[in-house]
C-alpha cells in the first residue's frame, strides 16, 4: 500500500493561495492551511510552518508570485514597487537558509527582464517561475538519492540529524533522500535519527516520515549519537544545509557540527546533502554566514506544561556550521564534491 505523500507546498491559483502543510503539528495532525496573503506567508515561514532550506525557498516564490499577481496593472513602475515591498517582507522572515534569497532572486530577475512587457505577462511569468522553481527541486532530489544512495551499502547503519526529509523539500528530500530511495530498493537501512532539541525536527519529523515509509528507524537523544557511533552502529552521517560557503563550510540545523565533530573522532564518513541553490558563491566561508537566533523560550516553555528551567539566561542559536574540514563529501544533484571544496564547488558551477 502507497501512502499519500505530503506536499509542503502547493499552488492554489483559483483561490491565490498557497496551500502548506503546516508542520508544526505533526506527528499528532496532518493539516493544511491556505495562506493568502503576504503576512500569512511571512509568518507561516518565521514560525516553522514550513521550513526546510528548499521548502522555504518555494514557498517565498509562490509568495512572491501571489503579491506579484495582486499588483496593479497600471505600468511596470508602480507593479514592481509593489512586488519588491513582498520579496523584501519574504527576504526578512528568516536569515540563514540562503534558498529563500536564491528564490526570490530568480523571481526579480524574471521580473526586470520583462519590464518592457505589458504587466499581466509578467505575472504570467512569474507564476511559471514559481511552479519551475518547486519542480526542478523535484529533479534535483532524485538526482541527490542517487548520488547519495551510491556511497552507501545495503544493510549499512546511518545516522541523520534534523530533518531534510520530502517534507522539507519537494519530494524524497536531501539527506533522508538515499533513505527513501534505498527503502524503495530494498536495502534495508538501519537509521538512527536525532531529536535536534529544541524544535524536535528529528523527533517530530524525520522520525515521523522514516516511519511512515517502513525504515527501520530509531529515535535518540542529541546525547546519544556518541555512544551509537562507538558501538559500530553508524557507518554513514547524512545530513541537509542550509547554506554552504565558498569553501565548503556548512550551515545546518544546531547540533550538526557536533555530530561532525563525533563523526570524525570515530572515522565515520560524514556527508552533506543538499541542491546547489543551498551552495552560496557569495559567501567566503562559514564565518560569514548569518546565523538565526530564535526566541530562547523554546528551550525553557516549549512542548512542556510548566517551565523546566529557573528564569536562568539562555541561548538559543537555531544553525551552526560545520568546518569544511570535517566533510567527506557534498552531495549535490551535479555530482559529489570532495575537498578541497573552494575548487570543487565552483567546477558544480561551471
Ligand atoms: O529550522 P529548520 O527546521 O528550517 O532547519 C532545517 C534544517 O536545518 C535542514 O537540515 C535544512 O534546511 C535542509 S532541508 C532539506
Redesign the pocket.
Known amino acids: 500500500m502507497s501512502l499519500e505523500p505530503l506536499i509542503p507546498n502547493r499552488l492554489d491559483d483559483e483561490n491565490s493561495a498557497l496551500v502548506i502543510l503546516d508542520q508544526t503539528l505533526l506527528p499528532n495532525q496532518v493539516r493544511y492551511v491556505s495562506l493568502r496573503t503576504n503576512e500569512e506567508i511571512c509568518s507561516a515561514i518565521r514560525t516553522?510552518q514550513v521550513?526546510?532550506?528548499?521548502?522555504?525557498g518555494i514557498a517565498a516564490a509562490y509568495g512572491a508570485y501571489l503579491g506579484a499577481k495582486a499588483a496593479p496593472e497600471s505600468g511596470f513602475e508602480a507593479f514592481y514597487a509593489h512586488f519588491r515591498t513582498d520579496c523584501d517582507r519574504l527576504a526578512a522572515s528568516r536569515p540563514t537558509?540562503v534558498n529563500l534569497f536564491w528564490a526570490l532572486r530568480r523571481m526579480d530577475r524574471k521580473a526586470l527582464s520583462m519590464k518592457d512587457c505589458p504587466v499581466p505577462a509578467i505575472k504570467a511569468a512569474l507564476r511559471e517561475e514559481a511552479l519551475a522553481i518547486h519542480r526542478e527541486d523535484e529533479e534535483r532530489n532524485k538526482a541527490i538519492s542517487e548520488y547519495g544512495l551510491s556511497l552507501l551499502k545495503p544493510g549499512q547503519g546511518l545516522l541523520t540529524h534534523?530533518?531534510?526529509g520530502p517534507i522539507?523539500?519537494s519530494s524524497y528530500?536531501?539527506?533522508l533522500g538515499p533513505i527513501l530511495l534505498g527503502q524503495e530498493r530494498g536495502f534495508g537501512f538501519r537509521v538512527f535519527a536525532d531529536e535536534t532539541r529544541p524544535?524536535l525536527?528529528g523527533a517530530r519529523l524525520t522520525a515521523f516520515e522514516l516511519h511512515r515509509a517502513g525504515v527501520d528507524v530509531t529515535l535518540i537523544c542529541d546525547n546519544m549519537a556518541s555512544m551509537v557511533m562507538k558501538n559500530g552502529w553508524v557507518q554513514a552521517c547524512l545530513?541537509?544545509?542550509?547554506r554552504v560557503a565558498a569553501n565548503g563550510d556548512t550551515a545546518?540545523?544546531i547540533g550538526t557540527s557536533g555530530v561532525a565533530i563525533l563523526a570524525h573522532h570515530y572515522g565515520i564518513p560524514f556527508y552533506v546533502l543538499?541542491p546547489t541553490s543551498t551552495i552560496d558563491p557569495d559567501t567566503p566561508t562559514g564565518e560569514d554566514i548569518p546565523i538565526e537566533q530564535r526566541d530562547p523560550e523554546e528551550i525553557r516553555s516549549l512542548w512542556y506544561e510548566k517551565p523546566m528551567a529557573p528564569a536562568c539566561k539562555l541561548f538559543n542559536p537555531?544553525?551552526d556550521v560545520t568546518d569544511h574540514r570535517l566533510i567527506s563529501g557534498i552531495i549535490t544533484e551535479k555530482g559529489i564534491a570532495r575537498p578541497p571544496y573552494t575548487q570543487s564547488l565552483q567546477k558544480l558551477f561551471e
Request: with cysteine; charged share 10%.
Open positions: 516553522l521550513r526546510g532550506a528548499p521548502a522555504i537558509a534534523c530533518n531534510a522539507a523539500t528530500g536531501t539527506a524544535l525536527q545530513v541537509g544545509c542550509d545546518n540545523k543538499g537555531a544553525f
